[in-house]
RNA sequence: GGAGAAGUGGGAGAGUGGUUGAAUCCGCGCCCCUGCUAAGGGUGUGUAGGAGCAAUCCUACCGAGGGUUCGAAUCCCUCCUUCUCCA
């Protein structure tokens, strides 16, 4: 959630930084008008119901003191008409509030560069070279099927297209490369946490899945459950509404979980090979912290992402995303892109996102700052995402043969 | 699945219609006294929103949402959660 009141206090300034991600200036005025709309709809409520309070109070001292009620009780009804009334147009004030600030999305930091997508993100850094091939290196849904790891097919008839399965070497790579970077993240501070997979709606709307996204999300039938997009879902609503004390931060998580996506926007992407499956495994990181260490923490997160790829010898660069590709809670955002030498290309592996006090408004978590309560701030990314993980070892790591090669951190994970 | 009980502030725990936003204890903050591996005294201590330079004042919140009432933590209804007993 958008801060209101900076909104109301710095039209101007706040609302320029939210054009900037495409929110419209007439959406930005209707905001503001509804906020005071709301703002004297309360302050009418409030007067008439102090005034109702204090006759409540003088009812009781008539009664008491066996005084003629009859007067004062014509008052009291009169003036609740008027309660009742002011209460409606409140409610619905507040309503139409939040109806509409819940769709609005983070501003940008200044530090973001303006852009319409991904093309106009910007590259800060390349770790490892990719190397050369003496032959042409293969994609990796072919060296998938050709070693026996992954069956395309059998996952769709298991339940419908971007499902796969994995079988052999392959599931059990997943699950080391699942271990190996929790064990990475533990070891830099990030406590593991086993989270459920199916959330409920205050939870995506505090972390801003909804209500604006709804249609990308698996709805269990008559229920009011969803099945989480990512861990940073229910991991970070762990603190929705609670109040932390300022030594317990920064809190850092790592969790792994399975992610369900519908990919409604996706269709035609990616649908061959598992870039884009409807169903993958994803370790996440997570961390709630005050504003002053918020940056500090996202630098960290980021070098632990690197860094998992840097120990399995996989070449990626790191990329500061543009205001077009920023996500909804986003502030600010680095993704770590992997190469592909099958595809020829860099893909996105791992986000991590700041989101400042974005969440942490919506979901209500705050922290004690001497006297005060203040929001926290709350960042998100993956280290990394499992399936596209695999995905760089095959292509990487592929031979002349179709072999793979294992990478040597990962062998103590598969008894080798 | 059936029967019952309970959900109050950081914690424990009072409070069954009216100066109760909530006694008391513990914890925590500050001050004082005292001085030695202590203890005592005083005082303060929820959240959100609004008015004001400020002191302060107003409104809402006692699991959630409705209802009854001039007035509800207190009565009624629905839901959620927890516990106990039964299947």
Redesign the pocket.
């Known amino acids: 959630m958008i801060d209101l009141?900076l909104l109301q206090k710095d039209f101007a300034g706040f609302s320029a930084k939210l054009m900037r991600k495409g929110v419209s200036e007439a959406l930005l005025n209707d905001l503001k008008e509804k906020n005071e709309t709301l703002?004297i709809a309360?302050?009418a409520?409030?007067?008439l119901?102090?005034a109702?309070?204090?006759?409540?109070?003088e009812?009781?001292v008539y009664?008491r003191e066996g005084k003629d009620i009859n007067e004062l009780?014509a008052r009291?009804?009169a003036n609740?008409v008027k309660v009742d009334a002011a209460l409606e147009v409140q409610r619905q004030a507040q309503v139409a509030l939040e109806t509409l600030a819940m769709t609005v999305p983070n501003a940008p930091d200044d530090s973001v560069p303006d852009g319409a997508d991904e093309n106009d993100n910007i590259e800060i850094a390349k770790v490892l070279t990719p190397k050369e091939f003496s032959f042409t290196p293969k994609e990796h849904w072919e060296l998938a099927e050709q070693n026996g790891w992954i069956d395309f097919e059998r996952g769709v008839k298991l339940a419908t297209s971007r499902f796969s399965v994995s079988f052999g070497m392959g599931a059990r790579l997943e699950r080391a490369l699942i271990n190996f970077m929790l064990d990475f993240n533990r070891e830099r501070g990030f406590e593991e946490v086993s989270v459920p997979a199916l959330v409920n709606r205050q939870a995506l709307e505090g972390t801003g899945q909804l209500p604006k996204f709804e249609d990308d999300l698996y709805k269990m039938d008559g229920l009011d459950l969803f099945l989480i997009p990512t861990a940073e879902v229910p991991v970070t609503n762990l603190y929705a509404d609670e109040?932390l004390t300022a030594d317990e931060l920064p809190i850092r998580m790592t969790a792994y979980t399975s992610c369900f996506r519908k990919e409604a926007g996706a269709a035609g992407r990616d649908t061959r090979g598992m870039i884009r499956q409807h169903q993958f495994h994803k370790v996440e990181l997570v961390a709630m912290t005050t504003p002053d260490t918020s940056e500090a923490v996202f630098t960290q997160m980021v070098g632990c992402a690197s860094d998992i790829l840097t120990a399995l010898e996989l070449p990626h660069r790191l990329v500061n995303l543009c205001t077009g590709d920023l996500g909804f809670g986003a502030a600010h955002t680095t993704d770590i892109e992997v190469w592909l030498p099958g595809q020829n290309q860099y893909r996105e592996i791992s986000s991590i996102s700041n989101t400042r006090d974005f969440q942490a408004r919506r979901a209500k978590i705050?922290y004690?700052n001497g006297?005060?309560?203040e929001f926290v701030n709350t960042l998100n990314g993956s280290s990394l995402a499992v399936g596209r993980t695999l995905v760089a070892i095959m292509e990487n790591n592929q031979n002349e043969d179709g072999s793979i090669d294992i990478p040597k951190v990962l062998k103590p994970y598969l008894g080798m």
């Open positions: 009141k703002k309360k302050v409520f409030e007067e119901q102090a109702r309070n204090a006759m409540s109070k009812f009781g009664k009780k009291i009804d609740n109040i705050r004690k006297k005060k309560n």
